[in-house]
């Protein structure tokens, strides 16, 4: 019996009574793991920037319950980049690295509250940017469709985030859910993008709902269903009650496993956290990395340079201000605090765990900087 697995080795196995495949299976996914943890040490030394989140604005349109930026808040309006700020950010980047390798990930807020939004991003286009948007997409109209397509677009996710009322209640705003199911409608029949997402934030208002949801996304011929489980961050943290249990983690990880065996369209996890080798690759075709500042960065709405904007926002983790620093020299120069794979170390329960190298402490939006440790820790929820 042949196995290949992704990494373009082939393994041997003997078949006889009494072999446990899922323990084989375990084993290649170990290996896969060492392999991973070995090119996140080359790249902690070599960064090379592959997705580059521009925060657009802290205005919305909506008030989530789980928002990791606190979008909406009026006190946040303030401090926006100009057109022309941006704009010549985005021009020394393609002078300076290879624009056709970096894709740039428009997020807010709510991205297309800002009017200048279809220039800047054919003008990215122009240098040679791929670029994708996260929206609630209860702005977009057929006017709006053609305009994203003009720009350039050539992805985009829109939340759902349970049916009609629960999604309203979760999103702050009576209506929201026909406008954005229409916007994915839209944009489906435009048949322009390569990638049409919805995303869904599970909590404890909506985790019943998601075979009703499975249903409705089915019917919408979606490319992708994304799902993560809401986190200790942002808004959330004012909403605990919404945070699910035990046994709704394991039920949510089922759920996905099980979809992605049989969908026509793709469901998979985010890529937030790590769920033990158990459950690696079963819910997302990929094994798990925390890859923000080595890979990943960012342009907050106000010029920081920073990594994920999920991350907790603490003054000496921002890197430094495209007003005032050349981001490439920043990229290039700083980041150290994030490409440290000795964080976990910090945390003795990490530093004691066996997995330690392949989950490095968890993702960074859910580190605890004050106490040194992982506010959530999926493997020993899922795993024990």
């Known amino acids: ?75 946040k309006y303030n401090d926006e980049l100009t057109t022309d700020e941006i704009k010549q950010c985005f021009k ?10 970096i894709f740039l990930n ?15 991003m054919k003008y990215a286009k122009n240098l040679g940017f791929g670029w994708s948007m996260t929206t609630n997409g209860t702005l977009i109209d057929s006017n709006m469709v053609a305009k994203l397509k003009e ?16 999604h309203d209640e979760f999103r702050g705003v009576k209506g929201y859910y026909n406008k954005s199911i229409n916007a994915i409608k839209l944009l489906r029949d435009a048949n322009f993008l390569d ?18 949801l499975y249903k409705i996304i089915s019917d919408l011929h979606v490319d992708s269903w994304r799902i993560m489980n809401i986190d200790p961050i942002g ?16 039920y949510l990880i089922h759920f996905i496993e099980q979809k992605r065996k049989k969908s026509k369209f793709d469901v998979t996890s985010a890529c937030t956290h790590y769920f033990g080798i158990k459950h690696e690759k079963e819910t997302r075709c990929y094994m798990f990395q925390c ?33 005032k620093d050349d981001f490439c020299d920043i990229w290039k120069n700083k980041f150290e605090i994030f490409r440290d794979l000795d964080r976990y170390k910090k945390c003795k329960e990490c530093n004691e765990c066996e997995d330690a190298k392949y989950c490095l402490g968890e993702s960074l939006h859910t580190w605890n900087f004050d106490e040194n440790k992982p506010n959530i820790c999926m493997n020993k929820i899922l795993n024990t």
């Open 235 to 250: 808004r959330a943290r004012d909403n605990k009650d919404l945070e699910l249990d035990k046994d709704e983690y394991k």
């Open 92 to 101: 020394t980047i393609s002078q300076k690295m290879d624009s056709s390798k």
């Open 291 to 323: 890859i923000a500042g080595t890979e990943v960065g960012s342009i907050l709405y106000n010029g920081d340079i920073f990594v994920c904007p999920n991350v907790e926002r603490r003054p000496e983790l921002i890197q430094g201000n495209i007003r």
């Open 151 to 166: 720009a350039g677009l050539t992805s985009v996710s829109i939340s759902i985030d349970g049916t009609e009322h629960t």
């Open 195 to 212: 990638v049409l997402q919805i995303t869904t934030v599970v909590n404890k208002n909506n985790i019943n709902e998601l075979e009703d």
């Open 1 to 75: 019996m042949y196995i290949y697995d992704n990494i373009g080795l082939v393994i041997i196995i003997y078949e006889f009574n009494g072999v446990n495949m899922n323990y084989i299976k375990n084993i290649i996914k170990y290996g896969e793991a060492e392999t991973i943890y070995e090119k996140k040490k080359y790249k902690s030394q070599n960064p090379n920037l592959r997705i580059l989140f521009w925060e657009t604005t802290l205005r919305c349109n909506a008030l989530c319950k789980h928002c990791g930026s606190r979008a909406g808040e009026k006190n």
């Open 106 to 120: 428009i997020t807010g807020g709510e991205p297309l509250l800002r009017e200048d939004l279809f220039d800047v």
